[in-house]
C-alpha cells in the first residue's frame, strides 16, 4: 500500500517524438553530396544501360558502355610516353605452350582480371567520383557486355583462325551454377568466358596482340578519347566456327 502511494506522488511522463522529414539515403563512402543534375547525356545512357536487366546483346550499345568525356590536353599526357602496353601492364609468365600448361577455366581466370584492369584504366580520363567509376567499370565487366564485345569482333572479322580455335576451346568450359549465370543465361555466360579466355591466351603469349584487338573495341589504349567502337546493333546470328 505505501509503494502504491509513493507511485502516485511521483508520476511518471511519456515523451515521444516523430521525425517528420524523408530518410536520405546513406552512402558510408560518400564524402560530399550527390548532385542528382551531375549526370550528363552521355553518363544518362550508360546510366539506362546499367538499370537494363536484358541479356540480349543486340540492345547493349558498346559505344555507350564506353563513351566519357574527353580529357583537356593540360590533363593528358603524350600517347607516345604514357603506359605503352609494355610497360603498363604486369609481366606474364613465361609459358610457350598455354593451352598444354592451363585448361580453358585458368586463362579465362586471368582473362577476367585483364579485361577488368583495362576497363578500369579505360575510366581513368577524366577523373570521376569513386561510385562513378564502379557504375561504369562494373557495365563493362559484367557478361552481357562482354558478350556485345565479342559479337562486335566477330562480325568485323577481325580475328585469326587460332584465336576464333581459342573462342571454341573457352566456350565449352563448364562451371557450376552461379547468380550471374541464371541472370545472364547460359548463352551468354559462356559466350563472355570464351572472351575472358581469349584474352587471357593472348596476355601469355602476345601482349601486342592484345592490346591491338582491345583497343578495336575501343578500350583506351593511352589518353587517345576516339572511340572507335559502333552500336552492337544487328540481328544476325554469329557462329564461331565460321
Not at 50 to 74: E, H, M, Y
Amino acid at each position: 500500500m505505501a509503494a502504491a502511494t509513493a507511485l502516485h506522488a511521483f508520476p511518471m511522463k511519456v515523451k515521444a517524438s516523430w521525425d517528420t522529414h524523408d530518410r536520405l539515403p546513406y552512402n558510408p563512402h560518400r564524402t560530399y553530396p550527390k548532385n542528382p543534375n551531375s549526370l550528363t547525356p552521355a553518363n544518362l545512357s550508360t546510366e539506362q544501360n546499367l538499370k537494363s536487366n536484358s541479356t540480349d546483346r543486340n540492345l547493349i550499345s558498346v559505344s555507350a558502355l564506353l563513351s566519357r568525356k574527353s580529357p583537356s590536353p593540360s590533363q593528358a599526357r603524350l600517347e607516345e610516353t604514357y603506359l605503352g602496353y609494355d610497360t603498363w601492364m604486369p609481366s606474364a609468365p613465361k609459358v610457350e605452350k598455354p593451352r598444354s600448361t592451363y585448361n580453358a577455366a585458368s586463362l579465362a581466370y586471368i582473362g577476367d582480371c585483364i579485361y577488368e584492369l583495362y576497363a578500369r584504366r579505360h575510366f581513368l580520363f577524366p577523373p570521376m567520383s569513386i561510385e562513378e567509376y564502379n557504375d561504369r567499370v562494373m557495365a563493362v565487366v559484367r557478361c552481357e557486355a562482354q558478350d556485345a564485345m565479342l559479337h562486335k569482333l566477330m562480325k568485323d572479322k577481325v580475328l585469326s583462325e587460332e584465336e576464333r580455335d581459342v573462342l571454341r576451346w573457352g566456350k565449352n568450359i563448364s562451371s557450376s551454377k552461379t547468380r550471374t549465370k541464371k541472370r545472364a543465361g547460359v548463352a551468354v555466360y559462356n559466350r563472355a568466358s570464351s572472351l575472358e579466355t581469349l584474352i587471357g591466351y593472348l596476355y601469355l603469349t602476345k601482349v601486342e596482340r592484345l592490346e591491338e584487338i582491345m583497343q578495336k573495341l575501343g578500350f583506351s589504349t593511352g589518353i587517345s578519347s576516339q572511340m572507335i567502337l559502333e552500336e552492337a546493333s544487328v540481328t544476325e546470328n554469329i557462329d564461331l566456327g565460321k
